[in-house]
């Protein structure tokens, strides 16, 4: 094997034929740009088009329920058995409330220093039901107290 | 910026190919424009999302890339969507370009890749879409000494001839056709090619010797 200049000369000559092969006039001067424009648009590109990208697997899935009426037929009725299930389970779940609701619900009900907690000055006890905040509930110097709204009457006259 | 194309022509590559010199209008030679330290602070720039570094980079090597591309495939649109891709793909695996090889030999071997699995998908639908000659074809002392013995009608001839040599071209393999584009065409050195081929200098040899057989094969009649 040998790769001696003189052996494929002729050829060599021949090939310089390629290096006349010249596209269009103004064909680089816009190419650049076009590049750049090319960029652009794939980074604008929507967040699905990138979630798609790097998820084949949901690609490979979706074509699957194109191609085969038999399989997208067994995954919307498994979605819609999934959807029509969870609207009956949280259905019973309203109507019978399970034993912590119900214990919660007692807690709240009870008054506060059958649960240890006692402000002082205070006439109404308040549950978990109730604002905490009440202007109503809080007289003294309770810390609470401090940026409570207050109103005061005040008389006073425009100058004559 | 300088005028990449006109610094090429004067700094060949090492190592280049005797009597490998382009004409004067090419625009595929090997060596890259300009310093290495300006490239790479034209990457490390594009790399930040400088869209006017990244533009100075693609306008340093389209010519190159597009010629590559477009021998591979004896097709001005074929090539010139390849080359865009490329140079899309390239931006957007920027941050993944370490600096261990010239982002030129970088930008060829994603070129070059794309190209074969291209080439591996359009299998037999290949359609030659050949561009036009320079005028100055015509005036080059080697081709008018193959065509002027058959005829006077050089441009006829040279057109007739450049269909011959591009179909010669496309019954290589993509691999054979590679090596006889980067070092016959393009002028570059073994070692080059061997680095964007990644593959070693001894494959290089053997299939560029092996292109030219056959090339020389199939164009038999053109070369008396």
Sequence with gaps: MSNAPEEFEQLRKLLKLKRYEQPPPRFFNEFSGQVIDGIERAASRGSADRFLDNAPWLVRFFRTLERNALVAGSFVTGVCALLIGGIVYSEYVVDQPSGTDSANADFAAKPAEVSGFQFAGTEHVSSSLEPVFSTNSFHGDSLFEQGQPSAKLVSWSVPQ | MPDAT???????????????????????????????????????????????????????????????????????????????????????????????????????????????????????????????????????????????????????????????????????????????????????????????????????????????????????????
């Design chain 2, 6 to 224: 006109l610094l090429i022509m004067t700094d060949p590559a090492p190592g280049k190919a005797a009597d490998n010199s382009p004409p004067p209008n090419d625009s595929s030679s090997p060596a890259p424009a300009n310093g290495p330290e300006e490239e790479s602070s034209l990457v490390r720039r594009a790399r930040e999302g400088d869209m006017s570094a990244y533009d100075d980079l693609v306008r340093r090597y389209q010519e190159r890339i597009y010629a590559t591309i477009y021998h591979m495939t004896s097709n001005h649109e074929d090539a010139s969507d390849l080359a865009q891709e490329s140079f899309i793909k390239a931006f957007q695996a920027l941050h993944s370009f370490k600096g261990g090889s010239s982002f030129y030999t970088w930008i060829y071997r994603i070129a070059v890749n794309k190209t074969i699995n291209f080439l591996k998908q359009r299998k037999n639908r290949a359609q030659m879409s050949l561009n036009d000659l320079d005028f100055n074809a015509e005036h080059d002392p080697d081709l008018v000494a193959l065509i002027s013995d058959k005829t006077p009608r050089r441009d006829v001839n040279l057109a007739e001839l450049q269909e011959k040599l591009n179909a010669a071209m496309q019954k290589l393999s993509d691999h054979h056709r590679l090596v006889v584009t980067l070092h016959d065409v393009q002028g570059l050195s073994h070692e080059e090619i061997a680095k964007i081929m990644e593959c070693n200098i001894g494959t290089v040899r053997s299939r560029l010797f092996y292109a030219r057989q056959q090339m020389q094969a199939y164009l038999s009649d053109y070369l008396k």
